[in-house]
C-alpha cells in the first residue's frame, strides 16, 4: 500500500469547515483513499472512501486531485464532537485476502469552542 | 449500519491468567480482526479469520490463540497474559465484497 503524509495536528474553530490534507504521491491506479478517525480511547470510525470521484456522505466529504496525489477530507461544519486523530490511508480495493489497515500517525484535529 | 461489538470496554488481569475476548458482528461479513493498537506503534495485526474455523496469524501472533466457531463471533484468546500484553484490542470486520473494515470500541486490557 502506498504512504501518505498528513500534517500532525490542526485546529479548526467550531461550526467552521474543517479540511484535512493528504499527499499520497505514490498511489497506484487500483488503490482507495480511505480516512477514519479515531476519537480518544475509542475504535477507528470509517469515514470515508473514493477512487478518484470526488465522494460525499452525511459524515464529510472528500476530494481527490486529478492526478491522485493528495486529497482533503471535509468536515464541512466541525463539531466539539468532531475532536479526533484523522487517517488517511490507501489500500488496494479487496481481493478477498483480509488485508491488514496500516494508520500513518494521522492529523489529530483540535475543534475549538 | 454496522455494528460491531466487544465484550468489555476495560480490563484488568493478573499475569498468568486466561482472557479471552469476543468480537460479536451483525453484518454477515466473512472477515475479521484483531489488532493491538500501542501509542507510537500504530495497529499491529495478530490474527485474522476469512471464515468459520479458519484463521490465519497476523504480524505479531506469538502469545494469542483464536477461535470462530460461528460467523458473527471471532474470539482472542490470551493463554496466559504477561505485562507487555497491556494494550488496546480492537475488532474489525469486512465483508468479501465490500473494501471497508469496520471496528469495534475497543478493549483496553491491562495486565498486572
Known amino acids: 500500500d502506498a504512504k501518505t503524509t498528513q500534517p500532525p495536528s490542526m485546529d479548526c474553530a467550531e461550526g467552521r469547515a474543517a479540511n484535512l490534507p493528504c499527499n499520497h504521491s505514490t498511489i497506484s491506479g487500483n488503490e482507495y483513499v480511505y480516512w477514519y478517525r479515531q476519537i480518544h480511547s475509542q475504535g477507528p470510525q470509517y469515514i470515508i472512501h473514493g477512487l478518484k470521484n470526488n465522494e460525499t456522505n452525511e459524515m464529510a466529504s472528500l476530494i481527490i486531485t486529478e492526478d491522485r496525489k493528495s486529497s482533503t477530507l471535509i468536515l464541512p461544519h466541525a463539531t466539539l464532537r468532531d475532536t479526533a486523530v484523522y487517517y488517511c490511508?490507501?489500500?488496494?480495493?479487496?481481493?478477498?485476502?483480509?488485508?491488514?489497515?496500516?494508520f500513518g500517525g494521522g492529523t489529530r484535529l483540535m475543534v475549538k469552542p | 449500519d454496522v455494528k460491531v461489538t466487544q465484550s468489555s470496554r476495560y480490563l484488568v488481569k493478573r499475569t498468568g491468567e486466561k482472557v479471552f475476548l469476543e468480537c460479536v458482528q451483525d453484518m454477515d461479513h466473512e472477515n475479521m480482526f484483531w489488532y493491538r493498537q500501542d501509542p507510537g506503534l500504530g495497529l499491529r495485526l495478530i490474527y485474522f479469520?476469512?471464515?468459520?474455523?479458519?484463521?490465519e496469524k497476523g504480524d505479531i501472533p506469538e502469545g494469542y490463540s483464536v477461535s470462530r466457531e460461528k460467523k458473527e463471533r471471532f474470539s482472542l484468546i490470551l493463554e496466559s497474559a504477561s505485562t507487555n500484553q497491556t494494550s488496546m484490542y480492537l475488532c474489525a470486520t469486512e465483508g468479501s465484497t465490500t473494501d471497508t473494515q469496520y471496528f469495534g470500541p475497543g478493549t483496553r486490557l491491562t495486565v498486572l
Open positions: 490511508i490507501v489500500r488496494v480495493a479487496t481481493d478477498n485476502a483480509g488485508n491488514m489497515l496500516t
Open positions: 479469520s476469512y471464515d468459520v474455523k479458519m484463521k
